[in-house]
């Protein structure tokens, strides 16, 4: 809405009178309504979905890989991906990494998985202390075995 037009819309709304929309305007309100209605609704089922992985997840161990529950004809999985996270500080040291940076930069050191499994032995042990394996966000899927 341009500045003379929402002007002219204050001095209209002041005497009491509506100003006309255009149909592709009434149609612009009614869409956005709806996102706002649905955004809403998304955010409350967002919200259940997370709630119930919760306590669906608090049910199973938390291990690497896949884990199943089953309960008359139902089977739940939960997958859990492998995450590996390095220990910045020991690389360090088993790198010998010596560069004095200023106390505002500040260096990462992180391993790619793939490239860390496909390295020699001697490397990996080397870098071995260093890593810690995790388990990652859990994906839930549930098979119904009783149709």
């Not at 996102?35 to 291990?63: F, G, H, R, Y």
């Not at 004809?73 to 010596?98: A, S």
């Not at 860390?116 to 995790?134: G, H, I, M, V």
Request: glycine share 2%.
């Amino acid at each position: 809405m341009t500045e003379l037009s929402k002007e002219l819309a204050e001095e209209m709304e002041a005497f009491g009178m509506k100003p006309a929309i255009s149909e592709d305007d009434e149609k612009f309100l009614s869409d956005v309504s709806d996102l706002q209605s649905l955004q809403t609704n998304l955010d409350a089922i967002k919200k259940k979905v997370d709630k119930l992985i919760e306590t669906i997840c608090a049910t199973m161990p938390v291990e690497i890989g896949d884990t199943y529950k089953t309960v008359k004809g139902v089977t739940v999985t939960v997958t859990r991906p492998e995450r590996f996270k390095w220990d910045q500080d020991l690389i360090k040291q088993l790198l010998n990494d010596v560069d004095v940076l200023p106390s505002h930069v500040t260096k990462r050191y992180t391993v790619e998985k793939r490239k860390f499994e496909r390295l020699p032995d001697e490397d990996k042990a080397l870098l071995l202390p260093a890593l810690t394996r995790e388990a990652g966000a859990p994906k839930i899927t549930v098979d119904d075995l009783s149709v």
